[in-house]
């Protein structure tokens, strides 16, 4: 199991409660569940790395727990109970400090909490009004928060003052015949470098808030097709925002000037969460489908494509390589190295004999490589 | 630049399509089409001697290629021993008719103002389906009428849209909150137009006969057909509804059968005929604008390919 898991460098959780590891390399997909038994009750809602090392998985379920899952060793740890199933789903997930002891969760309700290791009652509780679709902690400032949700404009709340919200958007002006415009946000991301948030709607709207600027209305307004956006990413460079819709149709916007720089195109069902990887220029996909897929974002192909037997709700990519090619330069080096530190180092033989496994693999890819140089 | 390679000379022949002359043209093509047919059954002739001649030891004969054959394996195929998915069907929206706890309760109605076929193909249909009522739309909303039917115990609410006074598609919603499906109807048959037809369909609940749904998609599409039926067929009416899939296209008949000894049976075709195919699978009860769609006809995408099928 432990094996498996950690061989796996994309995360899913389904509406089965399975959580799925895929590993591109190998090109297998393993379930991991916590009962023998499956339920609809385990359904999972939210997932995020436990710690900065991506050795942990917190998994935000349905019945109101948060379980911790070990991608060293392959099982479920730990199980917290955090809030009543009947305030609503899990809207949102975070950690506090680095190794998982704090926890920040978010439920339909509105209610922000921060959980402790050690007490089953939260140690602060923030009111984020009602309906609240999403919560996202910003990556620089662990203390800062945003919520949005469904006639819930966003707001930015520091977890030091629980009382008021650091920043409320307004909404939009009336539109030409004086109607007040309805207002559903989906989706939050924080862009790096700057204080800016970006949130996409469910009319099918994208906006940029810029916290720093006294305008409290949307800096940049951008529209993408007729259907709700569900969910919404950043890739690493920051000018750009990967958004999804209910109908399937996902779309690389351009956040300079709102424009579309194309359409990835392959998914057949409503896409419930994506990723793009932190270095590499992908974005992970899942959705209603139960199909995990893979686009460049460079080309915007589609690269890889996997059938997961069950509905998908969210997704979370490791920051390690996806593919093995990653590997294959790293493996040539501590294969050189290892050829040398071989003969010293003879008496911590269990040690040396993962990394004689790695030394097999690459060893095996170099053949390969090599045949393939000889046929051409 | 690829040359070819010298001493190959082609005949010099005339392209048929270069006389300009019609009926100097039409007999030229008539004579080569007549010259390759008498190739072919020479060709034929001569193959049946050669099977002939080798009697026992000839290879065994080809088996045509067709598009159901060549069809490209879809991995979404479902594996009948897969528990992650049997459990995922057993705790679907259906589950609680595939447990035996409600019946069903159809309500069929048109899109407004229903005119010509459609109103008759309404009938028909309530006929066929047992404990159905069809009712006018006076032009009320259907995300209003949702919730009435839900408190009215209704399973099931199918709307015909129309256009021309033909019908030409379907909406089909599982009621307490389950999926909603959109169909394009075409080559509706009425009872009237049936030739060699039997009387009209009686009371008795009919059995369900589903073929050809073998993605995760189609067992879908094909429990929700299933449960628009009561469990139990009734067989002393000896009727069956068939709901047969082909190249994504489902072919509904409906039949008496009757068995003239154990191994004949003589079928009369009753009720409607209709083929629908799917456009769009969306989660939850009827909302095309803000709904989640499970499943989206993307024509672009996946009509390129001649030998992938969804269903």
Redesign the interface.
């Given at each position: 199991m432990g094996e498996q898991s950690r061989l796996c460098s994309v995360w899913l959780g389904s509406?089965?409660g399975?959580l799925k590891g895929v590993s591109l390399s190998h090109k297998q997909a393993f379930?991991f569940s916590n009962t023998r038994q499956?339920?609809?009750d385990q359904e999972i809602r939210a997932l995020c790395w436990g710690d900065p090392t991506e050795t942990e998985l917190l998994l935000g379920i349905v019945d109101g727990t948060v379980r911790t899952f070990s991608t060293e060793k392959g099982i479920f740890t730990e199980v917290r109970r955090c809030g009543d199933p009947e305030e609503g789903c899990f809207s949102g997930l975070a950690v506090l400090s680095g190794s998982g002891s704090t926890l920040l969760t978010c439920v339909d309700s509105g209610k922000v909490r921060v959980w402790r290791e050690d007490s089953s009652e939260p140690v602060t509780q923030i009111d984020a009004g009602k309906n609240v679709c999403k919560m996202r902690q910003s990556p620089v400032q662990p203390n800062r928060v945003a919520t949005g949700g469904k006639e819930n404009g966003l707001k930015m709340w520091d977890l030091e003052r629980p009382e008021k919200p650091v920043f409320t958007a307004k909404n939009l002006r009336d539109d030409y015949l004086d109607l007040r415009r309805p207002h559903w946000v989906r989706d939050i991301a924080f862009i790096p470098d700057s204080e800016k948030v970006v949130t996409c709607t469910?009319f099918h709207q994208v906006h940029v808030f810029d916290p720093s600027s006294p305008q409290r209305r949307p800096v940049l307004e951008a529209e993408y097709g007729e259907?709700?956006l569900?969910a919404l990413s950043l890739p690493s460079s920051g000018t750009s925002v990967v958004v999804g819709n209910?109908?399937?149709q996902m779309a690389l916007l351009d956040l300079r000037k709102g424009l579309v720089r194309g359409c990835m195109?392959?998914l057949?069902?409503?896409v419930r969460a994506l990723q793009c990887h932190a270095s590499q220029p992908l974005v992970a996909s899942c959705g209603?489908?139960?199909f995990l897929r893979i686009h460049s974002l460079e080309d915007r192909k589609l690269l890889h494509k996997v059938?997961l037997?069950?509905?998908l709700n969210c997704v979370l990519l490791s920051s390690r390589e996806l593919q093995g090619e990653g590997e294959g330069p790293t493996g040539e080096e501590e294969v050189k190295e290892e050829e040398d530190a071989e003969d010293e180092v003879w008496d911590s033989m269990e040690r040396v004999e993962e990394k004689v496994k790695r030394k097999a693999i690459g060893d095996e890819e170099e053949k390969e490589k090599k045949k393939k140089k000889g046929t051409d | 630049p690829k040359h070819t390679p010298p001493g190959t000379t082609f005949p010099p022949t005339f392209s048929v399509s270069e006389i300009k002359n019609k009926q100097r043209r039409h007999q030229m093509f008539m004579k080569l089409k007549q010259e390759k047919r008498k190739q072919k059954m020479q060709l034929k002739k001569k193959r049946r001697k050669e099977r002939e001649a080798l009697g026992d030891k000839a290879p065994p004969k080809e088996v045509p290629k067709t598009i159901e054959n060549q069809r490209v394996f879809d991995?979404?195929t479902v594996d009948p021993e897969?528990?992650?998915?049997a459990?995922?069907e057993g705790?679907d929206e259906f589950s609680a008719y595939f447990n035996g706890l409600t019946n069903p309760k159809v309500l069929i109605t048109t899109s407004d103002r229903p005119r010509g076929r459609v109103v008759k193909f309404c009938e028909q249909l309530a006929t066929v389906i047992p404990n159905a009522h069809v009712y006018y739309r006076r032009g009320l909303a259907l995300k209003r009428i949702i919730p009435q039917c839900i408190a009215r115990d209704f399973t099931y609410l199918i709307v015909i849209n129309q256009d021309r006074q033909t019908p030409n598609g379907l909406v089909l919603c599982h009621l307490p909150d389950g999926p909603t499906a959109h169909f394009k109807v075409s080559s509706v048959r009425l009872q009237k137009e049936l030739k060699r037809r039997g009387k009209a369909p009686t009371e008795h609940s009919p059995e369900v006969i589903l073929n050809n749904f073998s993605t995760?998609l189609g067992h879908t599409i094909g429990r929700l057909f299933a449960a628009l039926f009561p469990q139990n067929p009734q067989f002393v009416g000896r009727q069956v509804a068939t709901f047969h899939n082909q190249r994504d296209f489902i072919f509904f008949r409906f039949h008496r059968y009757i068995f003239k000894n154990e191994k004949k049976v003589g079928i009369q075709e009753l009720g409607p005929r209709f083929t629908l195919k799917l456009r769009s699978l969306q989660?939850g009860t009827f909302d095309s604008?803000?709904?989640?769609?499970?499943?989206?006809l993307?024509r672009h995408?996946?009509d390129a390919c001649r030998r992938k099928f969804?269903l």
């Open positions: 509406e089965t399975i379930n499956l339920s609809r469910g259907y709700p569900t209910t109908q399937g195109k392959g057949s069902g409503g209603l489908d139960r059938y037997k069950s509905r | 991995e979404t897969d528990e992650e998915i459990f995922d705790t995760r989660k604008k803000y709904g989640e769609f499970e499943w989206v993307k995408e996946m969804q």
